[in-house]
């Protein structure tokens, strides 16, 4: 199963400049998906990552795996437009090989661990087939809060999350 990127807007809130998933190539629901970034120099992160050596910040690749994996996980949410799924771990990230304009990244995820509040997946991106980088991500499911209002409305409080070593949040 694939999904072109209208689909993709439906599944993920992200939206330009931080949906980083352009097409999703292979979908095995609650198992893996494998998704495509066509990286460009019009990116707005060039501009300062880094000026005359553009390189693709390592932890917008760590997002664009955490924004695949949450297609996973969305995809078994019959509500998921009142849903979103937030990072709580990022475990052994290592970045074998820079990001640059001109690339195609190659975004493969596996699930680990799947709860309808909670997942965990190994992730890793590719470019020409050879590992840029690679990590396991643990995520929560949350309600998504009521957009503030226009004009004067108090924002709703916010939860924060602490997250301990072991990849387990408490709030």
Known sequence: MTFSIQEILDFLPH??????????VEFVPTKRLVAIKNVTINEPFFQGHFPGFPIMPGVLVIEAMAQAGGMIMMAEMPDRHKKLVVFTGIERAKFRKPVTPGDQLRIEVEVLAFRSRAGRISGR????????CEATLTCAV???EQEQKAHGD?????TAVDVT??????Q
Do not use: H, M, Q, S
């Not at 939206?15 to 999703?24: A, E, S, T």
């Not at 991106?125 to 840029?132: M, P, Q, R, S």
């Not at 070593?165 to 408490?170: F, I, L, V």
């Open 15 to 24: 939206r330009y400049p931080f949906l980083l998933i352009d097409r999703v």
């Open 142 to 144: 949350v309600t998504r």
């Open 165 to 170: 070593a072991n990849g387990a949040g408490a």
């Open 125 to 132: 991106a590719l470019v020409d087939g050879k590992l840029a």
């Open 154 to 158: 108090e924002p709703a409080e916010a």
